[in-house]
């Protein structure tokens, strides 16, 4: 707070956030948000346009707060990232994740997927692999179910490294969606050494289709790049029913978006039993 303290002492100084709170107030208010149960997870639908079915769902977390109401991650994201906490709330996202996805498996819905974001900090902890597989294992799901983004930031960083971590989490069966694709041009050669499995095309992309400045040739590149790559490609960021038609006619038919749904808690997701069981 600006000029308390009755010694006239200010705790006031310029690099606080605007809000006032500081780092260490709102490290030690995230901590106590994971252990009060204030965090909570919307899920977006991964949509086969072509087909028509939810092939998955995205889960994005969000901050119940009891005074300030839902916060979006942007809000607190960066202060976890700061902090360190990343570490613990991505372990509660992951844990909350897989434990949605075994329930709508056992409505009869197991051919979902789930995709949980990855921060590079997590991406890049050592016991990362032990966490995939401990928490695969308590909820009894099959690997390919879950499908873990990182941005092309994050891989790109110490690209060696991602490529180890790459191969550990295929050698386990997990798949990995390379995030915000499409902002690094100097990536596309490291990009074929990444055992991804998964491209999902920046939402600046989808963005500019139906503009005056829209570049249909960088489009259909990526699409054409991920197709070779034999990678899943997914469009997100659709909003409207121009871009969804633009897209499939470039052969890319995997979208997320406004157009079709909003981020929704798990309340309101009722999913469709798989016509076809495995088990
Ligand atoms: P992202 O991974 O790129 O997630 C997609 C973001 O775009 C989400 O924002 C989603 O609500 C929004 N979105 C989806 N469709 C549309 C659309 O048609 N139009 C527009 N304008 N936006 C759309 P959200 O939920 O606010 O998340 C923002 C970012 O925060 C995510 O970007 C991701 O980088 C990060 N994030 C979210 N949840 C987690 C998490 O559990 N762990 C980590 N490490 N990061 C997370
Ligand atoms: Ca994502
Ligand atoms: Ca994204
Ligand atoms: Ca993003």
Known sequence: TKNSGRNGFSIYQPSMSPIG??????????????????????????????????????????????????????????????????????????????????????????????????????????????????????????????????????????PQESIKILEELKAIGVQVAIDDFGTGYSSLLYLQNMPATELKIDRAFINSIGHKDTDPQLLSMIIELAKNMNLNIVAEGVESEEQQTYLVNLGCDVHQGYYFSRPVPPSEITVVANKYPVR
Not at 43 to 64: C, D, F, H, M
Not at 67 to 75: F, I, Q, V
Not at 111 to 140: C, G, M, W
């Open 21 to 158: 709170r500081s780092q260490v107030q709102l490290k030690n208010e995230l901590w106590r948000a994971i252990h009060n149960n204030e965090l909570r997870l919307f899920y977006q639908p991964k949509l086969n346009v072509t087909s028509g079915e939810i092939i998955g769902y995205e889960a994005l977390v969000r901050w119940q707060h009891p005074e300030r109401g839902l916060k979006t991650p942007d809000k607190f994201l960066p202060i976890a990232e700061q902090t360190g906490m990343i570490l613990l709330l991505g372990e509660w996202v992951l844990n909350e994740a897989c434990h949605q996805l075994a329930i709508w498996h056992q409505q009869g819905a197991d051919h979902l997927s789930i995709s949980v974001n990855l921060s590079a900090q997590q991406f890049e902890q050592k016991s990362l692999i032990y966490l995939v597989t401990r928490t695969l294992e308590e909820y009894r799901l099959a690997p390919k179910k879950l499908i873990l983004e990182i941005t092309e930031t994050t891989a790109m960083r110490y």
